[in-house]
């Protein structure tokens, strides 16, 4: 019921405010399991493709988010599993298997998950390779994977700042990727990139950007 509070409210703000141009949107599964898998520009994007995914999306949300105190703790909370985050705890050397278990959870009851193949916002405008947790999911869930192209967010919230600016945003969405003749091989490491680098194929197409075949490095991080 919030969820849909949320989107009542804030969809047309979005919308009459920033314009966002959403392509292909009848290209996501209406029912069963499905994968989001966008590329990742800006902080804004995993709130822009909530608000304009035709299903409920879930994206993974640090596990600190929700465990706040008091009144505010708890609405704080409440808003963030409305607007479809799954709490995760970061920071540890589980954290990866924990993070691929919340979504398979959520693709298994026949949800929508959104994960960032990349792994982390791209600061040179280049897509680059993705990490397999993206192949894992499809091939352990039977999922269907649409990719995903935000363009122009990086605009709109550009890194360092704290108010969105106006910007011409466009949401495209492709069509959807089916693994399931790979059925039970999801043990394989090469099929597991196999699939994770047809995804990202997908994704360049659509977004128009230069791939480097390389996992994005953020400043500071060893090469």
């Not at 009851?109 to 982390?120: A, D, K, M, Q, S």
């Not at 791209?122 to 994977?145: E, F």
């Not at 990086?154 to 990727?177: C, D, I, Q, S, W």
């Not at 791939?211 to 400043?219: A, G, S």
């Amino acid at each position: 019921m919030l969820y849909q509070l949320i989107r009542l409210l804030a969809v047309p703000v979005v919308k009459l405010i920033y314009r966002p141009e959403v392509r292909g949107a009848e290209r996501v599964p209406a029912y069963g399991p499905v994968i989001l898998a966008p590329n990742h520009r800006a902080a804004v994007d995993t709130t822009l493709l909530a608000l304009v995914s035709p299903r409920r999306v879930r994206f993974l949300g640090k596990a600190e988010y929700f465990t706040g105190k008091g009144l505010k703790g708890r609405l704080m909370a409440a808003f963030l599993d409305a607007v479809g985050f799954v709490p995760v705890e970061r920071g540890n050397a589980k954290a990866g298997l924990a993070a691929l278990e919340s979504g398979r959870k959520v693709l298994d009851e026949g949800g929508v998950f959104g994960i960032y193949p990349e792994g982390t916002r791209s600061l040179d405008g280049r897509l680059h390779r993705g990490h397999t947790g993206v192949g894992s999911l499809a091939l352990a869930t039977g999922a269907k994977v649409v990719p995903v192209a935000l363009t122009g967010t990086e605009k709109l919230l550009p890194n360092g700042k704290l108010f969105p600016r106006f910007a011409k945003v466009t949401v495209e969405f492709g069509e959807p990727l089916d693994f399931s003749r790979y059925d039970g091989l999801d043990a394989s490491p090469a099929i597991r990139r196999a699939v994770t680098d047809e995804v990202m194929y997908a994704i360049a197409e659509l977004s128009g950007q230069e791939y480097v075949d390389k996992y994005h490095k953020r400043p500071g991080e060893a090469a």
